[in-house]
């Protein structure tokens, strides 16, 4: 994806930006300080399927700063986003069997959560270095308010993890001390450096192994395959209406999203969406079923779950329909599809996995 492409990509949940309004105390009237520049209606603010670019997330975090001039924001922000504010890469990070899994897991997926934002893992000796990147160009308070953001989410998924503050951690931020009652260090638990040449936070590798009480494989495995499906497609056909549909159907439950919904998600007509998903060779339907498909899949292939359960996950009130529906997908049913799924691990040929995204 081009750098162009990322600034006008629209991939940033909204959830972020309620956050914000949530910190500056902004009732439904005053929304639209907060929107100003940003093309965006409170109505889009509201909705849980609206989408934001970087230059909107970006002119949402300026606008902030305009209506809050505390130096202490982007902290007191920071506070709020611990990790169920996350979707599905905080579900995954909050299942993970300790804090170096979950950071490789927010590594991985930050991309499906903010686009612009990078994460680099560093061993150095006993210690691993949490290093930020933001790959879009920003006014510097919006750089300093997005780095105080990073750090204290980080702070919050290893409270998480380790069940207490990490205090052994050490952060240091590429800003010089802004001064003026920041009140660092009663927002962050360990030492605070300013004007580095980068912002990082170094913490003992001892901290990242520490078993997380919270752990759950099972749920993790399902965490994991959900954010790869969900990065995949945001790297595929990023301006297609498809990506954007398998999208909305990734990052919630199948069941809840229907054609109207969808459409109304995105502003425009359902007789729109239609036309333009049949010039893209496709329909709402055939990507919901191809979804599902995949899906099953993976619930099957995992072995966890019983067909009744994962006829329920995908929004199937009655298993019969789930197997018939599955049949035709795949010519065998649930039951058959697992035990040759079995087979394959002795050795056997195996069946292709369809594409989540396709041409048409």
């Known amino acids: 994806m081009t750098h162009e492409s990322r600034l006008t990509e629209a991939s940033i949940p909204a959830s972020y930006s309620r956050l914000v309004a949530q910190e500056l105390g902004l009732h439904t009237p005053h929304l639209p300080k907060l929107l100003v520049s940003t093309s965006l209606s409170v109505d889009d603010l509201l909705s849980e399927d609206t989408r934001l670019t970087p230059r909107q997330q970006i002119q949402i975090l300026a606008n902030a700063l305009r209506l ?12 709020r986003l611990t990790p169920a504010a996350h979707g599905p890469v905080g579900y995954l990070v909050s299942t993970s069997q300790n804090l170096l899994e979950a950071l ?48 204290m989410t980080f702070f ?40 580095s040449p980068e912002t990082y936070v170094r913490l003992p590798i001892g901290l990242c192994q520490i078993p997380n009480a919270s752990a759950n494989h099972e749920s993790y495995v399902l965490a994991r395959a959900q954010c790869e499906a969900i990065l995949a497609n945001l790297q595929t056909h ?80 009655d298993s019969a329909n789930f197997r018939r529906a599955f049949k035709r ?31 048409g």
């Open 238 to 317: 990023p301006d297609s209406y498809r990506r954007r549909i398998e999208t909305m159907l990734l990052t919630q439950p199948t069941v809840s999203l229907t054609e109207d919904s969808a459409a109304s998600a995105l502003f425009i007509s359902k007789r729109t969406l239609a036309r333009h998903l049949k010039a893209e060779g496709t329909s709402f339907r055939q990507i919901r079923d191809e979804i599902r498909s995949w899906q099953a899949q993976r619930h099957l292939r995992d072995g966890q779950l019983s067909v009744e359960a994962i006829a329920s996950l995908l929004g199937y009130h």
């Open 156 to 195: 919050a998924t290893a409270q998480f993890i380790i069940g207490r503050p990490a205090s052994e951690a050490e952060t240091y931020f590429a800003h010089p001390d802004p001064g003026g009652g920041a009140s660092y260090r009663e927002h962050l638990p360990g030492p605070v450096s300013f004007s």
């Open 329 to 359: 997908w795949h010519g065998m049913s649930p039951s058959e599809f697992r035990q040759h799924d079995c087979a394959l691990s002795r050795g056997a040929p195996t069946l292709p996995e369809p594409a989540v995204t396709q041409t």
């Open 68 to 79: 809050n001039t505390a130096v202490d924001f982007g902290l007191r922000l920071g506070r």
């Open 104 to 151: 490789q897991a927010v590594h991985a997926f930050v991309p499906t959560r903010m686009s612009f934002v990078r994460l680099a893992l560093e061993e150095q000796g006993e210690h691993l270095l949490l290093r930020f990147f933001f790959d879009v160009e920003m006014p510097a308070d919006v750089s300093r308010c997005l780095a105080e953001i990073c750090v």
